[in-house]
């Protein structure tokens, strides 16, 4: 890629781009002219360190990397996660019921429509009170154990749509084996009245089977000891339906989906089944339009007018010719709360790859590494960095017009502060400007803001279910067209599994009653004899 003229073309501007102050004077139209509406958000990248011949060299780099034929050949279901040799087919849980997408020569859209009828005819038992638990009463607290992509999406979606969920009803996650996740997650809750979702692609995964093991004793134990109390106080979201009934779940309770399904582009799954019973189906089914609006966009939208694509080309921009190590999401809404710790899996497992697909080792960096807080906190914080910092961080700043809890003038207070920070990091604050207030020599170098530091404005009129599917969507598009520039498999996580196999072979050492024969290296050996030392 690095040998392509649009790479060269970026190169050789990056060295001569005006600074952010300079391009908006020149330009009294330079906003409308990179600004997009479509698919229900408002994108504005006119403060990015771009001209409109950066847009079309990386638009350039887009054809050169074949992303048009790449889009078409994830949405049509070709095996693209080479690795694992899988289709790649998240958008198939989005589409609508007329729709048509096969793989392996069988169309996956009617079992789809099936699942989300089933979850939904299950959701709506559980919040109208018609499923009893084992003693006859009403189920009011959700409990979903899973990790990962198990766990993530459906914990940022319900306190993404917790304003839409059913307030009579609680909703807690379990993820981490750290037995502290469980106690305190059902600390409280009536056995009686509780549901264990558990949310497994595998149903091997060894934090969520620990965990499920330990809800089934804690079931059992407060409902004395009848094992016919598993039925009504557990459902399972896997692929593996002989591990759901070995544990002991009823399949009919069971939810399935497809080895086609990423893990960290599951939440509109089966594995959003949490999501369902606590914001119902209507809305689940709003969300799910959001995404394939969003969808169709991406796949159809000529690149210059793509939101997902521009969005994917800029953080290329600042990842590959800017050494920007990292990308900040600060979503200005309290609902976002845990959307940055939700796209740290779904950008970094994705594109966290040094090995290109065709084997060798990639020639630049890929995946930058993301992170963000809400604002207004933040500013409070590491924004500090960001404005005067000596590294560069391109940001994203999330903002809607209406509050789901208007409250006096709180809304129009928090988004002055994304509109005041985005001019701030692109226009600082000069050494004359500040001199010009009568700031001492000595002190007005360190108010100095040098400005010119990137940020894209996403907006909408409010946070809703289709909202947020649109949202993620744009993120899930953003990682692929980053990966097709990169040519690295954005759908295998192979990077998870070693310390997953030398955790295997430590726990035994732990858990000997006898002293073990250690043969890791010495600090591994000492550190374990220490810890059996002083848990002992
Ligand atoms: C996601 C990863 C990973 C996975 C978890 C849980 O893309 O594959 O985060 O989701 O390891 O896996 P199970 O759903 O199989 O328990």
Not at 342 to 367: F, I, P
Not at 422 to 434: D, I, P, S
Not at 459 to 467: F, I
Request: glycine share 8%; aromatic share 10%.
């Amino acid at each position: 890629m690095t040998t392509q003229p649009a790479w060269q073309a970026l190169e050789s501007q990056r060295e001569s781009l005006p600074h952010l102050r300079d391009l908006f004077a020149a330009d009294p139209a330079r906003a409308e002219k990179f600004q997009i509406e479509a698919a229900g958000l408002f994108f504005d990248y006119s403060k990015n360190l771009i001209t409109a011949e950066t847009i079309s060299h990386l638009v350039d780099l887009a054809n050169a990397a074949g992303l048009r034929g790449r889009i078409d050949a994830m949405f049509r279901g070709d095996k693209i996660n080479t690795t694992e040799n899988r289709a790649v087919l998240h958008t198939a849980l989005r589409a609508p019921r007329t729709a048509s997408i096969k793989v392996d020569g069988a169309d996956v859209v009617p079992e789809v429509h099936a699942v989300l009828d089933k979850m939904a005819a299950f959701s709506d038992r559980i919040r109208s009170g018609d499923w009893k638990g084992h003693t006859g009463k009403p189920i009011k607290n959700i409990v979903n154990i899973g990790i990962g992509g198990s766990d993530l999406g459906p914990v940022m979606a319900y306190e993404a749509l917790r304003h839409y969920s059913r307030r009579d009803l609680s909703f807690h996650f379990v993820s981490n084996v750290d037995g502290t996740d469980f106690a305190e997650a059902v600390r409280g809750l009536d056995p009686a009245e509780t549901l264990f979702i558990v949310s497994s692609k595998t149903f091997t995964t060894l934090e969520t089977m620990t965990n499920a093991a330990t809800a089934r004793e804690w079931s059992l134990a407060g409902l004395g000891g009848d094992k016919a109390a598993v039925a009504k106080h557990f459902a399972a979201v896997s692929t593996n339906a002989q591990k759901v009934s070995e544990f002991g779940i009823d399949t009919a309770n069971m939810f399935g989906f497809w080895d086609w399904v990423g893990g960290r582009y599951s939440m509109d799954s089966a594995i959003g089944l949490s999501t369902m019973v606590a914001i119902g189906p209507g809305n689940f089914r709003e969300m799910l339009a959001g995404f394939h609006e969003m969808d169709e966009h991406f796949r159809t939208a000529p690149f210059e007018r793509n939101i997902p694509a521009l969005h994917g080309l800029l953080a290329v921009w600042y990842n590959d010719f800017f050494g920007a190590q990292t990308a900040a999401v600060l979503p200005y809404d309290q609902y976002l709360k845990r959307f940055p710790a939700y796209l740290q899996q779904l950008t970094m497992e994705s594109n966290g790859k040094h090995v290109a697909l065709d084997g060798r080792r990639v020639e630049t960096d890929t995946g930058p590494v993301y992170w963000g807080e809400p604002g207004t906190n933040g500013q409070h914080s590491f924004y500090q960095l960001i404005h005067q910092g000596t590294r560069l961080i391109p940001c994203d700043f999330i903002a809607f017009a209406k509050s789901l809890n208007p409250l006096g003038r709180h809304q129009d207070l928090l988004i002055s502060n994304v509109f005041a920070q985005t001019e701030a990091l692109a226009f600082g604050k000069t050494l004359a400007q500040v001199e010009a207030e009568g700031t001492p020599p000595a002190i007005a170098p360190h108010r100095v803001f040098e400005g010119n530091r990137p940020s894209n404005v996403l907006m909408a009129e409010k946070l809703t279910p289709a909202t947020l599917g649109r949202l993620v969507s744009l993120y899930e598009m953003s990682v692929f067209t980053q990966g097709a520039i990169w040519n690295i498999n954005s759908f295998d996580q192979w990077g998870v599994e070693l310390g997953k196999a030398l955790a295997q072979k430590i726990i035994p050492e732990l858990e000997s009653p006898t002293e073990p024969a250690l043969q890791h290296d010495s600090s591994t050996n000492s550190l374990i004899r220490r810890y059996r030392r002083l848990k002992a």
